[in-house]
C-alpha cells in the first residue's frame, strides 16, 4: 500500500466526539474514584467498554474471561445497558449483532473455544458491515487445551478464522492499562469502520493485576457510528464510497434497510452480479488497506540505534523488554519492535525494521504464526536474519532466554 | 370499501428489490407471507417498528421482499439475533421467520432457551418437512419412513414435534396451523404479535418440487388438499373418535398463559440496579 | 529496601493465596509502588495447587512473573518441594508447619510457623490462615506499611469479615514479633 493511497482519517471523521458527562459516565467516575487502583486485565476490558460507551453485552462464560461478563453484568443495568449470558457462543455473537443493527454499542468476550464458535457470525458482522467487538483472553489449545494457563495461538485465527476473505482488525495490549485504552479503541474503531474488531488478551493479562490510573473521562475519546441524513428512499447502507464511514442507520429509526451474510448490493439486497459482489468485496478491503495509517499503532522501544531487534507481541512483549533492557545495561543495541495492532499487520514498520537491523528475534507462545509474517516480508529468503523462540508448554518466555538468544547471535 | 387484498400485500412488498422471488411455483411460503401482511396491516403498526428476521433456508428468504426492518442472518440463528435486537429496543415487534432445519435442528437451542426466557418475540416456524434450498435432504421434521435425499432408504428417525419442544421449553403461545388455512394463519400471526412474551406458530407447508416429489405427493394442489383434509381443529379432537384424529395434524392454539416477560424483568432489573447505586 | 522485590504465596487452592496476593499488591499501590500480580491455579477451586507472584518495584515492572523470590510463603508441602529452588540466595522462607513437615533444602532465613493450627485455635477456622501468614510476611520482610495492609485488608474482603481478617492480621504480627528461632 503506498502512503498516496492513504487519507487522513481526520477529515473523513465528522462525528468524533468527547463522552458528554451523563449521569452514568459520573457514576463510574465516582465508583472508580480515578484513582490509582489495582486492576485485572479483564477488569480493565469492562470498565474501557462501558467507558467507551458499551451499552450491551451477550456473552457465554469461559475461562479466562469469565470476569468481563461478571463486571458488566454488575455494571451495566445500572447504566441503562443491557447484559445478557446467552445459551452459547453462538448466540452471543449473534445478539450482539443483532443488538448493533438496533443501535448498541455492543461486545463480547470469549476465550479459544468460545472464539471457534464465533467466527462465522465475525464473519456476518464484516460482510454486513455492523460494528461489534469480540474480546478473545487467550488460553492454551488445541481445542479445551489449559483453560487457565497462556498461549498466543490465536493470532492467526483473529485473521483467518471465519471463512471467505475479508479485512480483519484485531488489537493486542501488553499492560492492564492498554487493555482498557484498546477496548475503548476497538470500540471506536469499530464504530467508525463498520466493522467486527477483536481485541486479543493473553491469560496471563486477563487475570494479571497491576497499578492503574484510568483517565479522567473528559480525555476519552469516544466515536459513535454516523447516522444517515439523507431521506429514507435515497439511504444506501452499503454505497461505495472512498470516504469512510457510510452511515448506518438502526433499525427503528424509519430506513427500514436490509441486512443480509449474502452476497449484497449498495441496498444490502442479495446479488449474484459478478461486478456488485466485486465491488463488495473491494470496499471491504478498501476500507482497512485506505486507512493503514489509522489502523497500525506500533510501539518502538530503543530501536534508533538498534542493531538485533525483538519482535514481539501482547505478553511476550514484555518479556522482551525486559530482554532489551538488560541487554542495553551490557552495552547491546538491542531494540523492541511491539505491534499494538496485529491485523492488519504493520509491513512498513516491519520492513524498515528488516532494513535496519542485523537480526530479528521473533518470541511467541505458539509454533510461529507471527514470524510467519515477518518471513512474508523477508525478501531474500536465503539471507534470513530471523530468529524463532517458540514456547507453547503454557509457561511464559522468560527475559533470560531472550537475552541468551541475543547474547548468541551478536 | 375495504382494500382489495392484493393491492395490501403489494403495499407492503419492496418496490426496489429485484423481483421475482426466490420460491418456486406451488411452494406454501408466498401464501404465508400473505397471511403475515394482511395480520400486520389490520393491526395499525408502523412498519418502521417491525423487524422481520430470518436464518437460513427458503422461507428465510421472505424478509428481502418486505418492507420492514429486515434481517437475513445466519443458518439456525435467527433467533439470538432476534434476541438482541428485542434486547436492545423493546419497543419494536421482532417477528422471526425460519423454517424446520433452521428453528429445530441448527437452531433448537436458541428455540428452547428463548421460549424458557419468554422472550416477547414472535416466531413463525414454516414447516416443510425438508431442506428444500439444499435440495431436499431429512429435516427433524421429516416423518418417520419418508424419503429425502439422504434418507433414500426412508427415513429411521421419529420426526421432532416442534410445538410440544416449544412448550415444554416454556413458550407463552404456541399455535398450528397449514398453508392452506389462510385466515386461521391470519389470525394466529395477529395474537402471536399481540401476545406479551415468546410465541411459536408452526405452519405446515408444502414442498411439491422437492419433498412433494421426493414422496409421491402429487402437485401443489394434492399437497393443498391433503393439508385442509388431513388436518383437524384443536377444538374437534375431543368430539372426534380417536381413529378418527390418529395420524392428523392438530390445528389451533395449543397453549396459551402469561408470565413475566424477559424485557419486562430486565426492565426491573436494571431499576433494582439503579436503586442500588454505586455498589455492588 | 531492593526492588524489585519478588514474592511467591503458595499453597493449594482454597487457601485464599490469590486474595492474600491482591491484598499485598493493592497495599503496595496504596504506597505508590509499581506492582504486578500474577496467579497460577489449577481447575480446582479446593484443593489442587494454587500461587499468587507479587512483585513490588520503584519502577516499571515488564516481566509479570516472579522468577526469583525474594521472599517465599509455601502453605503446603507440594509448593514448598517445587518452589524452595527459586528463592533466591538471602531470601525469605515462611512455611506453613502444619502442612509442611520437611524443608529439602537448608535456608538461613526460614520461618516455620503453624499457621493453620494457630488460625484454628485463636480464630476458630481455618480460613483466615492467609490473612495471618502474609501479616506475618509483611512484618518480617518489611515490605509494605502495616497500615496499607491494614487498608488493603479493610479494601479487599467482605465487610462482615473485616473484623475476624484485622484480628488475623494482628495475629500474624504478634508472631513474627515473638518468633524465636
Known amino acids: 500500500m503506498s502512503n498516496s493511497e492513504t487519507i487522513n482519517p481526520n477529515t473523513t471523521m465528522n462525528n468524533e466526539s468527547k463522552t458528554s458527562s451523563t449521569t452514568k459516565v459520573e457514576e463510574l467516575q465516582n465508583l472508580k474514584g480515578r484513582k490509582t487502583v489495582l486492576m485485572q486485565g479483564n477488569e480493565a476490558v469492562a470498565y474501557g467498554a462501558l467507558d467507551a460507551g458499551c451499552n450491551f453485552f451477550a456473552g457465554y462464560p469461559i475461562t479466562p474471561s469469565t470476569e468481563i461478563a461478571e463486571i458488566l453484568a454488575a455494571e451495566l443495568p445500572k447504566r441503562g445497558g443491557v447484559f445478557i449470558q446467552m445459551e452459547d457462543e453462538l448466540g452471543s455473537i449473534c445478539a450482539v449483532i443483532g443488538a448493533s443493527l438496533a443501535g448498541a454499542k455492543a461486545l463480547t468476550a470469549t476465550s479459544g473455544p468460545g472464539f471457534s464458535l ?27 487445551g489449559m483453560p487457565t494457563s497462556c498461549a498466543q495461538g490465536d493470532i492467526q485465527q483473529s485473521r483467518w478464522g471465519t471463512h471467505g476473505d475479508s479485512p480483519a482488525i484485531v488489537l493486542y495490549p501488553d499492560s492492564v492499562k492498554e487493555s482498557y485504552e484498546l477496548t475503548i479503541r476497538a470500540i471506536n474503531l469499530s464504530e467508525k469502520y463498520r466493522t467486527c474488531v477483536i481485541l486479543l488478551l493473553d491469560e496471563v493479562l486477563g487475570h494479571m493485576r497491576e497499578a492503574v490510573r484510568l483517565p479522567d473521562l473528559s480525555n476519552v ?12 428512499h435515497w439511504y444506501k447502507h452499503y454505497e461505495n464510497n472512498e470516504k469512510y464511514p457510510i452511515p448506518l442507520a438502526s433499525f427503528g429509526e424509519g430506513y427500514r434497510f436490509h441486512v443480509t451474510g449474502l452476497t449484497h448490493d449498495s441496498l444490502g439486497f442479495p446479488t449474484n452480479k459478478p461486478n456488485e459482489a466485486a465491488e463488495m468485496m473491494a470496499r471491504l478491503k478498501k476500507k482497512i488497506t485506505y486507512n493503514i495509517r489509522d489502523l497500525v499503532q506500533i510501539e518502538s522501544f530503543q530501536m534508533d540505534d538498534a542493531k538485533i531487534a ?64 515477518i518471513e512474508r516480508l523477508v525478501k531474500d529468503r536465503s539471507d534470513s536474519k530471523l530468529i524463532k523462540i517458540q514456547r507453547v508448554d503454557s509457561k511464559l518466555i522468560p527475559p533470560q532466554d531472550i537475552l541468551q538468544k541475543i547474547k548468541e547471535v551478536i | 370499501m375495504p382494500a382489495i387484498p392484493q393491492k395490501i400485500i403489494h403495499e407492503y412488498l419492496r418496490h426496489d428489490k429485484k423481483f421475482p422471488h426466490v420460491w418456486c411455483a406451488g411452494c406454501s411460503n408466498g401464501i404465508v407471507l400473505g397471511s403475515i401482511i394482511r395480520a400486520i396491516a389490520g393491526m395499525n403498526l408502523d412498519r418502521n417498528d417491525i423487524v422481520m428476521v430470518s436464518g437460513i433456508g427458503c422461507s428465510s428468504r421472505m424478509p428481502v421482499y418486505v418492507d420492514f426492518n429486515t434481517l437475513h442472518t445466519l443458518h439456525g440463528r435467527a433467533i439470538a439475533f432476534a434476541t438482541g435486537v428485542k434486547l436492545h429496543k423493546p419497543h419494536l415487534k421482532v417477528i422471526v421467520v425460519t423454517g424446520d432445519g433452521d428453528c429445530a435442528a441448527i437452531g433448537g437451542n436458541h428455540l428452547i432457551h428463548a421460549a424458557r426466557r419468554n422472550i416477547d418475540l414472535t416466531v413463525i416456524m414454516l414447516n416443510n418437512n425438508i431442506y428444500g434450498m439444499t435440495g431436499g435432504q431429512v429435516s427433524p421434521t421429516t416423518p418417520h419412513e419418508a424419503y429425502a435425499t439422504t434418507a433414500p432408504y426412508g427415513n429411521i428417525e421419529p ?122 | 529496601m531492593k526492588y524489585p522485590y519478588e514474592i511467591r504465596l503458595s499453597g493449594s487452592g482454597g487457601q485464599g493465596l490469590i486474595l492474600a496476593g491482591i491484598i499485598l499488591a493493592r497495599a503496595a499501590v496504596l504506597e505508590n509502588h509499581h506492582v504486578t500480580q500474577t496467579q497460577s491455579y489449577g481447575p480446582e477451586s479446593r484443593g489442587g495447587y ?96 502495616l497500615a496499607s495492609l491494614q487498608q488493603a485488608i479493610e479494601e479487599s474482603v467482605k465487610p462482615a469479615f473485616i473484623d475476624l481478617n484485622l484480628r488475623a492480621m494482628k495475629l500474624g504480627i504478634d508472631l513474627a514479633k515473638n518468633y524465636e528461632k
Not at chain 2, 193 to 205: K, R, S, T, Y
Not at chain 2, 228 to 256: C, F, M, T, W
Request: neutral net charge; aromatic residues 6%.
Open chain 2, 159 to 280: 420426526d421432532f414435534d416442534v410445538c410440544k419442544l416449544a412448550m415444554g421449553a416454556g413458550a407463552t403461545y404456541v399455535a398450528r396451523t397449514t398453508a392452506f388455512h389462510t385466515q386461521e394463519t391470519q389470525n394466529m400471526v395477529k395474537e402471536a404479535i399481540e401476545h406479551p412474551g415468546f410465541a411459536l406458530i408452526e405452519v405446515i407447508c408444502a414442498c411439491p418440487v422437492i419433498y412433494g416429489r421426493l414422496n409421491k405427493k402429487g402437485g401443489a394442489p394434492e399437497m393443498m388438499k391433503e393439508m385442509r383434509d388431513n388436518s383437524i381443529p384443536l377444538a374437534a379432537v375431543d368430539k372426534l373418535p380417536p381413529e378418527k384424529v390418529q395420524g392428523k395434524i392438530i390445528r389451533g392454539v395449543l397453549h396459551k398463559d402469561i408470565r413475566p416477560e424477559y424485557c419486562a424483568q430486565y426492565a426491573e432489573l436494571m431499576k433494582k440496579a439503579q436503586a442500588q447505586g454505586g455498589s455492588k
Open chain 1, 310 to 373: 525483538v519482535f514481539a507481541a501482547g505478553i511476550t512483549a514484555r518479556s522482551a523488554k525486559a530482554a532489551v533492557v538488560m541487554a542495553r545495561k551490557e552495552g547491546i543495541p538491542a531494540g523492541l519492535l511491539r505491534p499494538l495492532t496485529i491485523w492488519p499487520f504493520p509491513d512498513d514498520a516491519v520492513r524498515k525494521m528488516l532494513r535496519d537491523v542485523d537480526i530479528v528475534i521473533v518470541p511467541e507462545l505458539n509454533q510461529g504464526q507471527l514470524i510467519r509474517e
Open chain 1, 221 to 232: 475519546r469516544v466515536i459513535s457510528r454516523v447516522k444517515p441524513t439523507v431521506p429514507p
Open chain 1, 118 to 144: 464465533m467466527q462465522e457470525g465475525i464473519g456476518f458482522a464484516r460482510s454486513a458491515e455492523t460494528p461489534c467487538v469480540v474480546v478473545d483472553v487467550q488460553r492454551v489449545g488445541p481445542s479445551t
Open chain 3, 50 to 145: 494454587s500461587y499468587a507472584d507479587v512483585i513490588i518495584s520503584n519502577e516499571d515492572i515488564y516481566f509479570p512473573e516472579a522468577v526469583s523470590f525474594d521472599c517465599l510463603l509455601a502453605l503446603n508441602q507440594e509448593s514448598c518441594d517445587k518452589y524452595l529452588f527459586d528463592l533466591r540466595e538471602n531470601g525469605i522462607l515462611i512455611v506453613d508447619t502444619t502442612f509442611v513437615k520437611n524443608i529439602a533444602l537448608v535456608v538461613e532465613n526460614t520461618y516455620e510457623v503453624p499457621f493453620t493450627e494457630i488460625a484454628i485455635e485463636k480464630l476458630g477456622s481455618p480460613i483466615p490462615t492467609n490473612i495471618m501468614a502474609l501479616a506475618f510476611l509483611v512484618q518480617v520482610t518489611g515490605i509494605v506499611k
